[in-house]
């Protein structure tokens, strides 16, 4: 019998520089990612502590003096990726982007932290990492939320880590590309174009990017500046999952928390209102524009995972879950299969994503036991048949985008051997 667990870790060594892991062994993304990093941290987690520990701490090496953690860090400056470290023009200590990405920190290191014991001489480290770890999250609520909404804002699809999801059409719709754009994107010469974004989407995404570098990515200005401005449901169901991890590291190692606390029952008010109870579905805010969106991403169920006080609610939530792909041989497809936008292959718009497969499962473990089971079953079964890709069609199973997907071998090691 092939040893998945084996094949699992040695594509995390694989992939792994000094001190930080790729998201892959190709080209296709030749740098570290923030929320991959979160993830590939909890891999490692389960056969070598030490490389988790680091791949967190060099992570947070590259915090910007704000708070704000980047969602590229640019170690190697030699790469073809697009857009580069020259084109971003920015970081604190390591050149990085000037965008983030979900953050799952405070999660999966209060995840490494109940298995494992820490010794008393890295304690220390442990509150150092903890303590950067509350400035992100305060930078989020500043910058991110400066009329204390409750919600927090991405000003750019690629902060929400589903780059390319239908969610955000509209407002992408919305912007005018740039006079005289030029660019050359180097992902779609690593995978084949009909799974990546369209050219008018890149061309969006760049006039985006130009934009918050000509306000020098200045976080005061920029909620009401950015071209693009969206409240996500399922960003912001990680955000409040993250700060309840959080507040239960702080305390644990005696450290000041009050004032997260308000801010979390806030949001835990204001997220519900994101669910429309009458038409079942969630509503994202397009905030730039004043408009809502409704679109049905697995991204939502997320709100499952933020561990919402409501049981009625949930109840509903998880009913509606049960009846966005669940009938075929594998789920959880990104977007819902009969819903017009969806695309079998292209990535976001369709495809089974293991992250957002371990993040409902997470969030379904203490809610709905049999339902989690199932899912952990379907997400070990498809990657033991099909491999560790980075995405797969939820029609065939078929693997896409790159090998040897770090995330994917991290989170397959932990729902093998969880406890
Ligand atoms: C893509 C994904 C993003 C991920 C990155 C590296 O851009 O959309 O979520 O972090 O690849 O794997």
Sequence with gaps: MKDFITEAKKILIGNRKDGYTLPTNNKLYPAQWNWDSGFIALGYSYFNLKFALEEIKTLLRGQWKDGMIPHILFHDLNTNYYPNHSVWACGNKIHSSGITQPPVLAIILKIILDKNKIKDKEISKIKNII????????????????????????????????????????????????????????????????????????????????????????PKKLYNKSLFNVVDVGFNSI???????????????????????????????????????????????????????????????????????????????IKSLKKHNTKGKFFFSSVKPNHYKFEEKRYWRGPIWINCNWI?????????????????????????????????SYKTGEGFGANNFSWTASLFLDLMLER
Excluded at 249 to 275: A, G, M, R, T, V
């Design 239 to 317: 955000f409040l999952k993250a700060n309840k991890d959080l507040i239960k590291l702080l305390k644990k190692f005696n450290l000041k928390y009050k004032d997260l606390q308000k801010y979390i029952s806030h949001s835990e008010n204001k997220i519900i209102k994101l669910y429309d109870k009458k038409k079942n579905n969630f509503i994202n805010f397009d905030l730039k524009n004043k408009k809502k969106i409704r679109i049905p991403s697995i991204t939502n169920y997320f709100v499952l995972f933020a561990d919402l006080k409501d049981k009625k609610i949930n109840n509903k939530i």
């Design 131 to 218: 303590k950067k770890i509350k400035k992100y999250h305060e930078w989020f609520i500043k910058y991110r939320d400066p009329n204390n909404s409750g919600l927090v804002s991405i000003l750019h699809p690629w902060e929400s880590g589903y780059d390319n999801s239908p969610l955000w059409d509209e407002p992408m719709n919305k912007i005018k590309v740039e006079k005289n754009l030029k660019y050359k994107r180097g992902d779609n010469k690593v995978v084949n174009p009909k799974y990546r974004p369209l050219d008018i989407d890149y061309d969006r995404y760049v006039t985006i990017k130009n934009h918050l570098r000509k306000n020098k990515y200045n």
């Design 360 to 392: 409902i499962y997470q969030g379904l473990k203490n809610k709905d036991k049999n339902f989690a089971k199932k899912i952990k079953k379907k997400t070990i079964d498809l990657v033991k048949e099909k491999g560790f890709h980075e995405y797969y």
